[in-house]
């Protein structure tokens, strides 16, 4: 039987858990805890967590202390071990007369288990100027294991919306405190904590999170404070960011049902390689595994988009995306021809501002080649699709045979893994500007073992 920790008698004002608390990282034994304080508080300080099988916290799975500091902003990364697989537990934070409030978590199915179905809930893009964040709370109320996170958790910019209490507070950042200002106003959100705190994430980032489209030339200071305000706002089991870079690529398994390989798109595309060597050599290894299903998160869109209007195209620019793999046509066909290799795999994406089925070959602009997986974009929390392009959306398809479902829609992505089959399902939020809209089912697709072409249902 664990027992309960003394709790530090720090003096501590109330509000110090204004952020909320987070879980993400599973494994099939151990899970990553997260919570940052905020307020007046001193240099250092332990916090004490607490892991139960209840929400009461009757029965204590685990508990512990982590010494927190002013140098990481009062943050805490707590890695929960020793924990039965496959369960769910309910945790929290204490120091002084505070307590947190309490986030649900889970641990992955046992190494060499079977399980029947592993529930995902995807998505991106959470600009909180052009929108609530409905889905959040949908997120927070659906049945899911996991939530994969693709990226642009903040954005820069900004300063006016036409929503009330929506606005950046602050200019664009560029420093490590304006970057933990910024995470901040986004955290304090009450539809993003409950869907934090109800599911574990596991994320990635995509360029937001630094800067607009920026690649490997970025300024090396802003991109070291950025990355360590992401890590301090987190709930990851990654240590934090050194000076040479921070390696955020990684797998989740699920049992033999699933692997998860999520992706970084950003930090070392510099022109000749999107992955860089190392990463592309660690997906290789991660690629080779004996489960029955591959999903592999890409922060961008893997299958390519042709645009059937060259007016459209900023001046200079041979594809709308030359960031995403269309800029790297030859390792998209390095990674289709990985992906061919077994059956059984999947691309989910986002960035894009819509949702979307697609087909994935080495050659968008090659009709004759067959699909080696299917991608499934999920559609963004709360950013648009851009104006200057809308007008282009119903004719993509047109010229993008690949491209099997398309709307222009803010919400996510639910995605059922079974043995037989992935299920899709895409949420829309009906209204982004009403912070409590209805979130309806949308499309739904069938991607069935042994086959890479979706089924629309």
Known sequence: MVEP??????????????????????DSTSVALWTRLVGELPDALDLVWEMAYDDSFAQLAATGSTPISIGFAHSAHVVAEALPPGSEFFYRFKVGSQISPVGRTRTMAAVGSAPSSLRLAVSSCQLMETGNWAAHDDIARADVDLVIWLGDFIYGGGGSSQLEGRAHQGPTPVSLGAYRDR????????????????HPWVATWDDNEVENDYGSGVDPDRRQAAYQAWWEHMP???????SSGFDVYRSIDAGTLCRIDLLDVRQYADGSTLLGDAQRQWLTQALDHDATWTIVGSPVLLSGLLVPIDSLLPEGQTTLLPYSWDGYPEERAWLAGELAKRPNRICVSGDLHVAAVLEVTADPADRTLTAVATELMAPPISSTFPDQYAAALPF????????????NIQGWMLVDVQPGRVMAEFRSVVDI??????????ARYEIRAGDPTPFRL
Do not use: C, K, M
Request: no cysteine; charged share 15%.
């Open 183 to 198: 995470y901040a106003q986004y955290r304090r959100d009450p539809a993003l904590q409950a869907s934090s705190a109800a």
């Open 236 to 242: 990851t089991r990654l240590s934090a960011p050194g």
């Open 396 to 407: 993509l398809p047109l010229a993008n045979s690949h491209i099997g479902y398309l709307d």
């Open 433 to 442: 500007g009403d912070p409590a809209s209805p979130v309806e089912a949308g």
């Open 5 to 26: 920790l003394g709790v530090p008698e720090v003096q501590v004002a109330d509000g110090i858990f204004a952020l909320g608390v987070a879980s993400g990282d599973p």
